[in-house]
């Protein structure tokens, strides 16, 4: 029995498929309103169908740009939505460029909600101006608290001198429901897999080039598996039209699908700014290759990558060299490979235990924790094992 809880409103920017089943589990905690705008097609978001959950209520809004396309964005209707429903709490993503992340601040002053940020944070920022640093200020003061990524997000902020009171942490991560366990892999997979959106910046013309070398130089049979799509499929998918090895599934979200696929596979490899990618390889019993720019990674998920112990973290100024040299250390090191599995696979467990949804709740609503009848209902690796036993 479910008692009667808050309602909180999520916003988000878009409503991407691996958002939405964070924050289905989250309204078996609380009833949960989802604001977004649509994605655009080409973005490889993928189409998110709508919830079908009588405690999940979802509302369109467009983003308009007056200002163009990095300031100044508005998600048309939110401020008409928090009138009319005066939720309990408000959730919003930390983009301070949209200025409907201001407006949602200060309505939520006006109304007495209290608003949580959920974002980056500062991590992507070597050093702050003093415009920056007032702005970082303003909004900390506005918000009830700062939900961080993951705990190098708060100590971004710690780093730039911010006070430590007003952040809290929910590491970022997705339970797969289909996770390789490392005891399923054989010791004689030869493949590389690769999953993430087919974009500016992910470096897998690079990635080629290392197994290319790899299988020219070394004579190592290696293989390249690609999930994903996106704006840049169709200069991978020329990329790939003279190479045999290099198999593209295109865009899956299919969890299962791409479990099979992992299973031809021993290591995961991002070779450009990496996110969320990095757990889902970790999730599949692969150790995660990528580099150790950390600031520029589009997420701060690569932080999650003990390097050395379940993944390697390659030099970002000589990419060509040392990528290279990683791949081919696992490739032709199977005792490693395999303790590495081991770890990157533990690291996995550490992250969805417990999961984002119940992280969130804990934070939204301390009183309440996580709730013993809505813990057993979060997915749990052990339910996850049974799935993919029963798969096989």
């Given at each position: 029995m479910i008692a009667r809880m808050k309602r909180v409103c999520i916003i988000q920017p878009i409503l991407t498929n691996y958002c939405l089943p964070v924050f289905t589990e989250m309204s078996l905690f609380c009833p949960v309103d989802l604001v977004f705008s649509p994605a655009p097609s080409e973005t490889g978001f993928g189409g998110v169908p709508p919830p079908?959950?009588?405690?999940?209520?979802?509302?369109?809004?467009?983003?308009?740009?007056p200002f163009g396309e990095r300031l100044g964005?508005?998600?048309?209707?939110?401020?008409?939505?928090?009138?009319?429903?005066?939720?309990?709490?408000?959730?919003?993503?930390?983009?301070?460029?949209?200025?409907?992340?201001?407006?949602?601040?200060?309505w939520g002053k006006l109304l007495r909600i209290p608003v949580y940020v959920h974002g980056h944070g500062l991590y992507k920022k070597r050093r702050i101006s003093g415009l920056y640093r007032l702005m970082t200020k303003v909004f900390l003061k506005l918000a009830a608290s700062y939900i961080c990524y993951a705990p190098i997000v708060r100590q971004s902020f710690l780093d730039h001198g911010f006070p430590g009171r007003k952040l809290s942490v929910a590491h970022n991560s997705h339970t797969n429901h289909f996770p390789v366990w490392p005891q399923e892999k054989t010791g004689h997979e030869k493949g590389v897999l690769f999953i993430g959106r087919l974009r500016e910046g992910?470096?897998?013309?690079?990635?080629?080039?290392?197994?290319?070398?790899?299988?020219?130089?070394?004579?190592?049979?290696?293989?390249?598996?690609?999930?994903g799509?996106?704006?840049?499929?169709?200069?991978?998918?020329?990329?790939?039209?003279?190479?045999?090895?290099?198999?593209?599934?295109?865009?899956?979200?299919?969890?299962?699908?791409?479990?099979?696929?992992?299973?031809?596979?021993?290591?995961?490899?991002?070779?450009?700014?990496?996110?969320?990618?990095?757990?889902h390889l970790m999730s599949l019993s692969l150790p995660v290759i990528t580099h150790d720019d950390?600031?520029?990674?589009?997420?701060?998920?690569?932080?999650?990558?003990?390097?050395?112990?379940s993944g390697l973290l390659?030099?970002?100024?000589?990419?060509?060299?040392?990528?290279?040299?990683?791949?081919?250390?696992?490739?032709?090191?199977?005792?490693?490979?395999?303790?590495?599995?081991?770890?990157?696979f533990e690291d996995y467990q550490s992250l969805v235990n417990p999961p984002l949804a119940a992280r969130f709740w804990s934070i939204l609503d301390p009183r309440h924790g996580s709730p013993q009848g809505e813990a057993a209902a979060s997915p749990s690796l052990e339910s996850s094992r049974a799935k993919s036993a029963s798969s096989r």
């Open positions: 079908e959950n009588d405690r999940l209520r979802y509302f369109v809004v467009p983003t308009l740009k964005m508005v998600q048309w209707g939110i401020g008409k939505y928090l009138r009319r429903e005066k939720p309990d709490v408000i959730m919003i993503f930390g983009n301070p460029r949209y200025l409907t992340f201001w407006t949602t601040l200060l992910n470096q897998l013309p690079l990635l080629m080039r290392s197994l290319e070398r790899i299988r020219r130089v070394d004579g190592l049979p290696l293989t390249l598996h690609v999930v799509n996106g704006e840049k499929a169709g200069l991978i998918q020329n990329e790939a039209r003279e190479r045999p090895w290099i198999v593209l599934h295109g865009e899956l979200f299919d969890q299962e699908r791409i479990r099979d696929v992992s299973l031809d596979c021993f290591l995961g490899c991002y070779p450009g700014n990496a996110g969320l990618s990095v757990e950390l600031p520029s990674h589009q997420g701060p998920e690569p932080s999650f990558i003990r390097d050395g112990v390659f030099d970002h100024r000589t990419p060509e060299e040392s990528l290279y040299t990683a791949i081919k250390s696992l490739a032709t090191d199977p005792s490693r490979l395999a303790t590495m599995r081991q770890a990157a």
